[in-house]
Nanobody
Framework: QVQLVESGGGLVQAGGSLRLSCVAS????????MAWFRQNPGKDRQFVAA??????????SNAVKGRFTISRDNAENSVSVPLQMNSLRPEDTYVYYC???????????????????WGQGTQVTVSS
């Protein structure tokens, strides 16, 4: 089982930057693909970015490619998965969630049903 906690959201002006933090704890966290999704009330959860368990592969949605960067730092019983967000736009306003993949040692990308552990979310608001 993996527990996740996100932080770092807030209010920023268009063109600005934010760095979201996700800490995933648990003995197997380091062996799982990690991802960021975003969601607004009443809408589907939308893929943002993912990084494979060994950091060899990263995936981005077209909406954020070139502006957002996902990375990870594996430790013995935890993983840090920051999301650096640059050139923010008002349409990036969402609640952002960190997710851990259901299975270990496999690469996943944008399908939210491949992820079964989620944090509580952190609000990002971009003003125009």
């Amino acid at each position: 089982q993996v527990q996740l906690v996100e932080s770092g959201g807030g209010l920023v002006q268009a063109g600005g930057s934010l760095r979201l933090s996700c800490v995933a704890s648990g003995r197997t966290a380091r062996n799982r693909t990690m991802a960021w999704f975003r969601q607004n009330p009443g809408k589907d959860r939308q893929f943002v970015a993912a990084i494979s368990w060994n950091s060899e592969k990263t995936y981005y949605s077209n909406a954020v490619k070139g502006r957002f960067t996902i990375s990870r730092d594996n430790a013995e019983n935890s993983v840090s998965v920051p999301l650096q967000m640059n050139s923010l736009r008002p349409e990036d306003t969402y609640v952002y969630y960190c997710g851990a993949a259901r299975n270990m040692f496999l690469n996943y990308d944008s399908n939210r049903w491949d992820y079964d552990s989620w944090g509580q979310g952190t609000q990002v608001t971009v003003s125009s």
